[in-house]
């Protein structure tokens, strides 16, 4: 018996050794923190570096007359609490109608959003063609990055970025410690990971989910802006819109380049924010964040062929549509944390939370398509 445990002891320094060994020959240290931290969580703001997204005056929610009068519907409730949910707030008419937290989070607690990031990352391209600092979305990547000025890379425009055809190699996989996903997240040089991929597809022919994309569109920002994206999301986004705590936009280290696909830590009332603009057509009170040509292409449907050689009728510019509801689009984040804009009914609902469902209901998680069921009764 003695013998057996030497053996397994041994075979495990072997792997350690080897591992350690490759991760530093091969400079990809990041391995690391992927294998210590294991799996992502919403608050992983902690282990990060952070900038910080400021705030200006705040503009406090209103309570609906009817606030918290009506409880969840029993078999939702249930839905939430299995998929282990932290908040969920619905907003009608301008105030909020029902807000509830779980796990000892509150109003203002931070909690990461994971892809929902992505989606403020599109407001803040559409506020830069505003404002003019981006002149098109026709515009080569090239333009702001060097990386892309030879070769297939020159051919990216910065639309196919927006819609998620690139054309790159990015490999997205979340469960992979070796993927370049991986490393973007746990590694230290997001400038250099998201402008190293090579380009194996016509740039516009194929939809195909890639968070290196959205990354790029972080890069594009800051060398068209001039600004981090935190200094940009607060000028242009939670100074404007009043939120009432300041977010964390984690960053690859201390000074360096926020992970724009991913990790922007807010609250479920700073969050409703984004569907309320959303819910505006790009306005807060009357003043336009982002142009409305850039809103509408925003939630329509890109119709790029995907994998499976269908034209997506799901995506538009980072925000998510569901082809059975027209008219309805939201903002998504792995492990369920959700902005969902319902313009028919006024209302804007957010779940932040530690678990997304495995079933899918028309490309969205069914608890997606639940809260909608249940944000249609109000």
């Known amino acids: 018996m003695k013998k057996f445990i030497r053996v397994i002891v041994t075979i495990i320094l072997v ?36 900038n910080t997204v400021v705030t200006g005056e705040p503009q406090p929610w209103s309570l609906s007359n009817d ?15 299995d998929l282990e949910t932290v908040a969920v707030l619905a907003i009608k008419n301008d105030s909020i109608l029902y807000e509830f937290y779980w796990d000892g989070y509150s109003d203002s607690s931070l909690s990461g959003s994971f892809s929902m990031a992505k989606s ?26 060097p990386e892309f000025r030879t070769g297939e890379k020159a051919k990216v425009r910065i639309v196919d970025l927006l819609t998620m055809s690139s054309g790159s190699n990015w490999d997205e ?13 746990y590694g230290h040089d997001a400038y250099k990971t998201a402008t190293g991929v090579s380009i194996i597809h016509p740039p516009g022919t194929l939809h195909y989910y890639k968070s290196g994309d959205t990354q790029l569109l972080g890069l594009v920002l800051e060398k068209a802006t001039g600004k981090s994206l935190s200094a940009y999301a607060s000028e242009k986004l939670w100074q404007p819109m009043g939120a009432e705590h300041a977010a964390l936009w984690s ?70 549509i569901i082809p059975s509801k027209p008219g309805i689009f939201y903002a998504r984040g792995i492990l369920g ?8 009914k006024k209302t804007v609902i957010v779940r932040l939370g530690k678990k997304r469902a495995g079933e899918h209901i028309d490309n969205a998680p069914a608890e997606v398509d639940a809260l909608i069921k249940w944000g249609m009764l109000f």
């Not at 606030?67 to 609490?81: D, F, G, I, R």
């Open 173 to 185: 996989s979340y469960a992979n410690p070796f993927s370049v996903t991986t490393e973007l997240y």
């Open 120 to 145: 403020i990352t599109s407001l803040l391209i559409g506020a830069a063609v505003k404002e003019g600092k981006i002149q098109s979305l026709q515009q080569p990547v090239g333009d702001f990055l």
């Open 337 to 344: 944390q959700y902005v969902i804009v319902i313009p028919s």
């Open 67 to 81: 606030y918290n009068k009506n409880p969840l519907p029993v078999t939702l409730k249930k839905m939430l609490e």
């Open 251 to 320: 960053t690859d280290q201390i000074g360096g380049n926020e992970k724009a696909y991913c990790c922007f830590n807010s609250n479920a009332r700073d969050f409703a924010r984004l569907g309320k603009l959303m819910l505006d057509s790009g306005r807060w009170k009357g003043n336009e964040i982002i142009p409305m040509d850039y809103y509408l292409n925003s939630i329509k449907p890109c119709h790029i062929p995907d994998q499976d050689g269908l034209r997506c009728t799901y995506y538009g510019y980072q925000w998510w």
């Open 15 to 50: 792997i350690i050794v080897a591992f350690s060994a490759y991760a530093v020959i091969s400079g990809r240290t990041y391995l690391f923190e992927a294998v210590w931290y294991n799996f992502a969580n919403i608050d992983d703001y902690k282990k990060f570096t952070n």
